[in-house]
Nanobody, 123 residues
Framework: QVQLVESGGGLVQAGGSLRLSCTASGGTFSNYGMGWFRQAPGREREFVAG????????NYADSVKGRFTISRDNAKNTVYLQMNSLKPEDTAVYYC????????????????WGQGTQVTVSS
């Protein structure tokens, strides 16, 4: 059983940056593909970014490509999401998730989820 805990959310002005972290426990972190998803009020949870088990491959939603970077440190059981050039439309609760598949954009492929961290971008 994998437990995931996100941190690093907060309030930031448009154009600013935040780095989210997600630390895993209770499993072998390097066995899992990791993903970040987000959910804005009244909207479906959507894929943001994914990373392979070793960190060598990544994929991104078109809406964040070039602005967000996902990375992982398997020695620290942690996955990161560096978010730059933030926009008000990036406001959402951000979730990290673990999957036995890699680079999946489908939330149903992720069996473990964190509790989420709020990101609010003011205009």
């Amino acid at each position: 059983q994998v437990q995931l805990v996100e941190s690093g959310g907060g309030l930031v002005q448009a154009g600013g940056s935040l780095r989210l972290s997600c630390t895993a426990s209770g499993g072998t972190f390097s066995n899992y593909g990791m993903g970040w998803f987000r959910q804005a009020p009244g909207r479906e949870r959507e894929f943001v970014a994914g990373i392979s088990r070793g960190g060598g491959r990544t994929n991104y939603a078109d809406s964040v490509k070039g602005r967000f970077t996902i990375s992982r440190d398997n020695a620290k059981n942690t996955v990161y999401l560096q978010m730059n050039s933030l926009k008000p439309e990036d406001t959402a609760v951000y979730y990290c998730a673990a999957s036995s598949r890699i680079l999946s954009v489908t939330k149903g492929d992720y069996g473990y989820w964190g509790q989420g961290t709020q990101v609010t971008v003011s205009s």
